[in-house]
């Protein structure tokens, strides 16, 4: 049973380009999240999806991200127009579908973004 | 808003003993999570509170009291591949959102 898949693992990108990281959550599980761990810093929450929805996108920034999870294939977080700040070490968690609260977390081993 | 503090860095000695501690003050509560990340990989579930007391597996154990906003994670019996990042979690009013401190460096010594 594979564990969350991300991919790429690393993604450079030039200032003004977009990048795009996957997110295949484990066997069975639909709900979908995205965190931001930048340097020295704790994972900052940023979306919380489940299949063709978004459920809470409190931690997006306004502009230039945007992040969906479709019908069929991966959850994407596009970021268009990269700056350098946008630099970090991106994770997805998935949990199963469900009305109680999740006791635990699924995380895949992060896209490492980096913006030159 | 979230805050959640917890040590930089921590080295302790092969076999050993170490405790690491975790406080909050978060606008709701709903249960405390630990991770472990190694350098460069994904966040590992090591354990989950939501009621006061202490909870064992293993080597690790972890303990909660929410009167007092703390938390603290025990790894006894340090071994080399203990050498990693441990996070401490809050999830709050909601069901699904962690709000994660920085996290705690351990480097285990021989």
């Known amino acids: 049973n594979a564990g969350v898949m991300q991919n790429p693992r690393h993604l450079v990108r030039r200032r003004g380009q977009e990048a795009r990281l996957r997110c295949s959550p484990m066997?069975?599980?639909?709900?979908v999240y995205w965190y931001r761990q930048l340097p020295e810093e704790g994972l900052k929450f940023m979306v919380y999806?489940?299949?063709?929805?978004?459920?809470?996108e409190s931690g997006m920034p306004k502009e230039r991200f945007s992040a969906e999870f479709p019908k069929e294939g991966p959850s994407i977080l596009r970021i268009q127009q990269v700056v350098r700040g946008d630099s970090a070490a991106y994770f997805c968690?998935?949990?199963?579908?469900?009305?109680?609260?999740?006791?635990?977390?699924?995380f895949g081993q992060g896209t490492r973004l980096t913006v030159v | 808003g979230q805050n959640i503090d917890q040590p930089t860095e921590m080295t302790a000695t092969e076999g050993a003993i170490v405790q690491i501690n975790c406080t909050y003050q978060t606008s709701g509560f709903n249960g405390l999570f630990w991770y472990q990340q190694h350098a460069g990989e994904a966040p590992t579930f090591l354990s989950y509170?939501?009621?006061?007391g202490l909870e064992e597996k293993g080597r690790f154990s972890s303990f909660l009291s929410r009167s007092k906003g703390y938390s603290y994670l025990l790894l006894k019996e340090l071994q080399m591949k203990d050498s990693a990042s441990y996070l401490c979690a809050v999830r709050d009013g909601n069901d699904y959102k962690l709000s994660f401190g920085a996290g705690t460096t351990v480097t285990v010594r021989a």
């Open positions: 066997k069975g599980h639909s709900h």
């Open positions: 968690a998935s949990s199963p579908p469900g009305s109680e609260p999740i006791t635990e977390a699924f």
């Open positions: 509170n939501v009621l006061d």
């Open positions: 999806l489940q299949k063709e929805n978004i459920i809470d």
